[in-house]
């Protein structure tokens, strides 16, 4: 039996127990998976209970995809080498005595923008998520600009990108000139910047889906954007979980539009 759940604080709203159920009822496999409330600073308490227990494995959400990579030598994880150069990982699966880091949202990124000019890229944020967005484009991207709160993220940034040359700008810098715009900010970080967006971007992708949508991701539909929303980002990382933690080959077409339905059925 599978034994499950998504970490994170805070993690009411999370999609990811729905997506997870409605995926191991398809498959016909005995699960449970639910949504426990772990902070960093409780992150080292719970995870020294888990190895105790029979968990299968956990989904990763804010703010714990940086902190499982900080606690990965005390703990003796196996940090996926990729994982290890984001210095984030949103998966975890147990293998012996011990737990295997590795990143989906990276993955699932990768899918999402296969076919995407990207060839100028802005992401907004530095943490994770924008971590793993940074290494799907490398290379794929003649140039990704940054727009960064806090100046600390750029050496973090800085190590993953080993092909595409790097920008950072502030907050309040134009997204106008951009093939790609991601958007990894907590809610409302963005609100500012739809109220001067004035022309479409050729390709945005909101990681949010609560709130769903953004007032970015409403203001670039409107304006003709095409769009990569919350929703296609959970559900593609989650294909990837889903198949770690069963260790089934299944139909991802299949299964995407079955998560999809469900999760939009959800928030409509």
Known sequence: ??????????????????????????????????AVEVTPQG????????????WTGFSLTMPLKETVIDLGPEFDFEIDPVAQLMKSGNTMVRQGDTFHISSTDRTGFMRLFEGVDCARTLIIGGGGTA??????????????????????????LGQIARHSTLGFFPMNHSLAGYDLVVSTV?????????ETLASPIPTLCEVLYNPFPTKLLAKAKVLGSSTI??????????LDQIAIFTARDFDYAIMRNELQKAARAHLN
């Open 131 to 156: 971590r793993a967005a940074l290494s799907a484009l490398d290379g794929r991207a003649e140039n990704i600009d940054f727009l960064l709160r806090s100046p600390t993220r750029k050496e973090a």
């Open 43 to 54: 992150a080292e308490n719970f995870f020294r209970k888990a190895l105790e227990d029979n």
């Open 229 to 238: 929303d919350g929703i296609d980002l959970l559900v593609e990382q989650a």
């Open 1 to 34: 039996m599978i034994k499950a759940a998504v970490l994170g604080s805070p993690i009411t709203h999370s999609l990811s127990p729905l997506l997870h159920k409605k995926a191991y009822e398809l498959l016909n496999i005995e699960a449970s998976y639910e």
């Open 186 to 194: 907590p809610a409302g970080v963005t609100d500012a910047l739809s």
